[in-house]
């Protein structure tokens, strides 16, 4: 398996197709870069190299009991763009991976890069604050933790099946193997980093970093998110970001890409395109 070794000892899984400019993909808590599946195969088929990596403490990469924040995760990240001298590059980040790709951007330059998405991002910041109003509470995550400390097979079977999909919706059809292969992915991860990683997505403030970015940025977000809801992430990151346009999804739910793949492509190789 191809693998970069960081410096603090984790093996960072990666996939690495095609030739081309590069699209390097950030996935979602708690999945792996199997996420990108539908994403992978059509811009591989498009032309474009397709990269993407498991999260430490996700997927095929080193379960460590530590470096489960959004800085180790940039760092990470930056580790991977040298390893592979990736140039031109754009970066995906779904939902966690947003908020990776932005602190990466602000933490490590943007040199390497020439454009960036944010899809059903967790910037600015999730969790209810001060400055935050429109946040959700803490004790929301609280909860999270405390399943996946102790319930997490059945807690990683629940979320795809209801809100992660938008399953949950009347008229909507469950799809049973994306609820499974949700389930796979996570059960693959360890539950140490996968517990503090909500801290991570949940508690980190992108504000500073959004500010910061001036490579163009496409905000994609469903209006129907049950996971990272609409109002206090999307348009907000859009105002933040000094080059960033707002593309808002009618009905569209946290795991768009996915149950939402064409219309999402399309609109993904529209953004490189132009």
């Known amino acids: 398996m191809p693998v970069l070794p960081t410096t603090d000892g984790v093996e960072i899984f990666y996939k690495d197709w095609g030739s081309g400019q590069p699209i390097v993909f950030s996935h979602g808590w708690p999945l792996s870069s199997d996420d990108w599946d539908a994403q992978l195969m059509f ?22 009991a530590d470096g489960h924040d959004m800085d180790h995760y940039a760092d990470d990240l930056a580790a991977l763009t040298a390893h592979l001298d990736l140039h031109d590059a754009v970066h995906v980040g ?26 059903s991002a967790v910037p600015p ?4 604050t001060e400055a935050n109003p429109g946040g959700l509470p803490k004790s929301v995550f609280d909860g999270i933790q ?34 499974q292969n949700w389930w796979r992915q996570g059960m693959m991860g360890g539950a140490k980093a996968h517990h503090d990683g909500v801290v991570a997505f949940s508690q980190t403030d992108f504000t500073d970093d959004l500010r910061k ?30 080059n960033g346009t707002l593309k808002t999804y009618a009905s569209f739910p946290h795991g768009m890409p996915t149950t939402q793949a064409e219309t999402i492509n399309a609109d993904l190789l529209e953004f490189l395109q132009s």
Do not use: C, W
Not at 96 to 111: M, P, S
Not at 153 to 173: H, I, K, Q
């Open 213 to 242: 970015i001036t490579v163009p940025v496409l905000v994609m977000h469903g209006d129907d998110d049950q996971v990272v809801p609409y109002a206090d992430s999307g348009p907000l990151s859009a105002e933040l970001l000094p």
């Open 43 to 64: 811009f591989l088929a498009h032309g474009y190299r397709v990269i993407a990596h498991d999260r430490r403490g996700h997927g095929r990469s080193t379960q460590v």
């Open 94 to 119: 779904h939902s966690t991976g947003g908020g990776e790709v932005v602190r990466y951007l602000a933490r490590h330059g943007e040199d390497r890069v020439a454009k960036a998405v944010l899809l």
């Open 146 to 179: 405390e399943q996946v400390a102790t319930n997490r097979s059945n807690f990683y079977r629940d979320l795809p099946a209801t809100a992660f999909y938008g399953f949950n919706r009347p008229g909507v059809e469950p799809q049973e193997a994306v609820i």
């Open 125 to 128: 910041i999730m969790v209810q």
